[in-house]
């Protein structure tokens, strides 16, 4: 079974934010402190919308030529609305 590049480094980021949600999580077991744990999960979504990107990006660079530029430019939006829907109060 061969893995194409792209594919590759997609599942590569995927478990590394995996890992670091998971040691964020045993962090906050460790500290035992709301506080502690809030400033945390505040680092932490720093780290979700932009793995959701650079994946996104990795996989439109992938299929260049393969979807229609419609696809592609609607996709971008609606992750960015996505991220800009996050950050509103």
Same mark, same amino acid.
Request: proline share 1%; no cysteine.
């Given at each position: 079974?061969?893995?194409?590049? $792209?594919? $590759? ?21 460790? %500290? ?5 744990? %809030?400033? /945390?999960?505040? $680092?932490?979504a %720093? ?6 990107l ?29 991220? /800009?829907?996050l950050?509103?109060?």
């Amino acid at each position: 079974m061969s893995l194409d590049k $792209l594919l $590759l480094s997609i599942i590569v980021i995927r478990i590394i934010s995996g890992t670091i949600e998971i040691s964020a999580a045993f962090l906050m077991f460790k %500290f035992n402190d709301l506080y502690k744990a %809030f400033v /945390i999960n505040s $680092l932490l979504a %720093f780290v979700g919308p932009g793995v959701l990107l650079l994946t996104t990006f990795i996989g439109l660079y992938g299929l260049a030529g393969k979807m229609s530029l419609l696809k592609a430019v609607l996709l971008v939006m609606g992750i960015l609305l996505i991220i /800009i829907s996050l950050r509103m109060k």
